[in-house]
């Protein structure tokens, strides 16, 4: 952390108000993400090839130095490195172990060639600016090439294929500029149980190049014609893509977005479509309603046929639903709850990740934690439409009644014990006894019902909007939750389920 004046005098207020049990109010979000070297746009042409189940990448990133320092090293991520370092440990075949990313060159805006260096992580590439560097203030626009073969494998980056029908979910596959703070770059490891992403929101303009039979869904609002897909997207952590030969779409509207739901033809179409629709429409109302605008105007619902037991993926406007058991022949009416829930979920990130973004790998449960709360408590306990729809297919006798006084009875339950369930541990720090998602997804959950319970609904819902507004198209840590959650309500009874979740030690 870089040292000055005014950090030494921003402690010592913090700890005078934790002295004397104020509440702390969250520093001025602006003060916090200046001291950065950001990506301030991204323009990037990416080839799909079908035959060699390749992508050819050139990706144009201007990069701004807002830190108070020169900088005369810019770190970039390949994370497909990772990813296929990953699957050949872990997913022996023989089509992917030749896979490989290599990153072929990078230019300075003057088109020479800058020299690259590795050290132990490959998927970490450092490029030397010289001796003048980047001085503050500073902006500088270079040019990656890549080369990155696809992996066979259903998931979130890879390809399937059944005869001459192919999918490819393309992401955490585009070279980007290393996360940043305080001047500081962040290697967080890559993270197949999760996430590892901190990034800040920048703009892509995107042209993909594949087959003129595949139908094509991105983040942002993108027009495809002749095989060449143009693609925008403002203020997003991320970016990813979901080519095909054999998805089709409808489109709908919802409390002003557009909503483009891709599903697989066939028998089963029609089921799995009434159900994102329904879901989606009243996910999307509630949400707006009780927590603010979603920060897209248009989402991307993309039928995609992944590994058991892995539900669905997020990126800002753009969700990667499991629809395995809706393909061919499969029994896609035996569980309408598992299609529903993701469905829900993925939404929900839209307003916290996509939306209020933070570390994942570090501080994965303000994501994960706040995106269940919406799923199963905000969603899953409104009677609308489409859980009544879902509860009909399940042949559920239970009434949204009966759902709402057990889980009324779970969180009294969970509230009378006084065990710590700390949420806030990094991953790096888990024992060998932790399972990622415990904590994150169950613990955050209970975390927010907690203190709902203690704080009082009116309390605890002017929070949720107020974090949401505050934090919009920023990240946020645990320290900024506290400070908002004190803010309201910095009783004792509210303290005491705070100390229940959260480590001090671990906090951001």
Known sequence: MKKNQFLIWIILVLFGCYIMNLPVVADDVATKEAEQVRAKKYKMTVRLNTKKNSLSEKVQVDIVNHTSNKVQVICFRNMAESVLR??????????????????????????????IRYKKDASIFYVNLGRKGLKPGESIQMTIKAKTDIPKREDRFGYSEDGKKKMYALSFCFPYLADNGNGSWNFDPYFDDGESRASEVTDYKVKFIAPK???????????????????????????????????????FKVSGITINNYYFPGKN?????????????????????????????QLDMVACRLEAGFGGM???????NNASAYYGDEQAANDPYSLQEVVVHEI????????????????????EGFTTYLEQVLYGLTDSKSMRYVRKLAKEEKTILDFQKEFDEIVQAEHQSNQTNYINIPVRNYSKKMVYG???????????????????????????????????????????????????????????????????????
Not at 88 to 96: G, R
Not at 216 to 239: C, E, L, M, P, Y
Not at 269 to 279: M, N
Not at 314 to 320: C, Q, Y
């Open 86 to 115: 990953y699957d050949k440990k872990y997913y022996k075949t023989k089509e992917n172990k030749k896979k490989k990313s290599v990153i072929q060159w990078v230019k300075n805006p003057k088109g020479k060639k800058l020299s």
């Open 213 to 251: 039979n595949y139908v094509v869904a991105s983040t942002g609002s993108h027009q495809t014609k002749n095989g060449i897909t143009k693609i925008t997207a403002k203020k997003v952590r991320d970016f990813a893509i979901v080519a095909s030969n054999y998805l089709q779409k409808e489109s």
């Open 269 to 297: 179409a029609k089921k799995y479509r009434k159900i994102c629709k329904l879901v989606a429409r009243d996910a999307v109302s509630i949400f707006t309603k009780q927590i603010g605008k979603c920060p897209f105007q």
């Open 314 to 320: 997020e990126f800002p406007g753009l969700l990667m």
């Open 348 to 367: 929900a990130h839209q307003w916290f990740y996509a939306g209020v973004g933070n570390d994942e790998y570090k501080e994965g449960w303000l994501d």
């Open 438 to 508: 415990e904590r994150e997804y169950e613990g955050g959950k209970m975390f927010l019902c907690e203190l709902n319970l203690v704080m009082g609904k009116e309390k605890f819902g002017n929070f949720l909007m107020e974090y949401y507004k505050e934090y919009l198209f920023k990240k946020a840590t645990t320290s900024d939750v506290l400070a908002l959650i004190r803010k309201y309500d910095n009783e004792k009874d509210v303290n005491a389920v705070i100390k229940k979740y959260i480590r001090s030690s671990y906090l951001m």
